[in-house]
């Protein structure tokens, strides 16, 4: 038997880091070449024209 009890370990502290996903170019504002418009995980906004999409 065990003289001294093992340290717990905690249940939580899994939280993953923000991704910050979402529009980074809203109407009105222009857009110089290179610029990232929107951040996303799949495709819910697709390119319009003379756009690319990359991936990161």
Known sequence: ??????????KNGRESHSKRLGV??????KAIAGNIIVRQRG???NP??????GKD
């Open 24 to 29: 980074k170019i809203f109407g009105g504002q």
């Open 48 to 53: 319009g024209e003379n756009v690319g999409m």
């Open 43 to 45: 495709t819910v906004h």
């Open 1 to 10: 038997m065990a003289h001294k009890k093992g340290a717990g370990s905690s």
